[in-house]
């Protein structure tokens, strides 16, 4: 079964979203997991955006990079550039891949203008996720 995962800088956004997309459209073909280079908390605006699609992302939990999963992934995705320069190596048969995304949660201005960025970030992890799927 491949296995698939999302690194971010605190595990509290990008990677729970694209976490999130990628349970609901790879299915159970796929393990897919999370983590950060740090655990920050699942920030809520993340939470709300992803049910607006219908994935519920609210009970997960933030988590730091378990070095056995990463040895073990086919696939390592960096949402941040953090994670990409302090992700710890990786043997050379997983494929890595970035998707260098802003971090939502450094939106300025109103709950409105947060959301707007929390959706966008969202629909681009989305529209990448769907790229996976048709590898």
């Known amino acids: 079964m491949p296995q698939v995962y999302f690194l971010c800088t605190g595990n509290s956004c990008r990677s729970q979203m694209a976490e999130g997309f990628a349970k609901a459209m ?3 073909a796929w393990r897919v997991a999370s983590a950060g280079i ?3 908390g ?3 605006l993340a939470v709300q955006v992803m049910a607006e699609k219908g994935i519920d ?3 997960n939990q933030s988590k730091v990079i378990d070095p056995d999963y990463l040895q073990h992934s ?3 995705v960096t949402l941040c550039g953090d994670a990409r320069d302090r992700c710890p190596v990786t043997p050379p048969a997983v494929e890595r891949q970035h998707w260098p995304l802003p971090d939502p949660a450094r939106a300025q201005g109103t709950e409105a ?3 707007q960025v929390f ?3 969202r629909d681009e992890i989305q529209g990448r996720v769907k790229n996976l799927i048709r590898r």
């Open 26 to 28: 790879l299915g159970p």
């Open 38 to 40: 740090e655990a920050h």
């Open 42 to 44: 699942l920030n809520p």
């Open 57 to 59: 992302i609210s009970h």
């Open 74 to 76: 086919d696939l390592v």
């Open 113 to 115: 203008d947060k959301l």
């Open 119 to 121: 959706r966008a970030v």
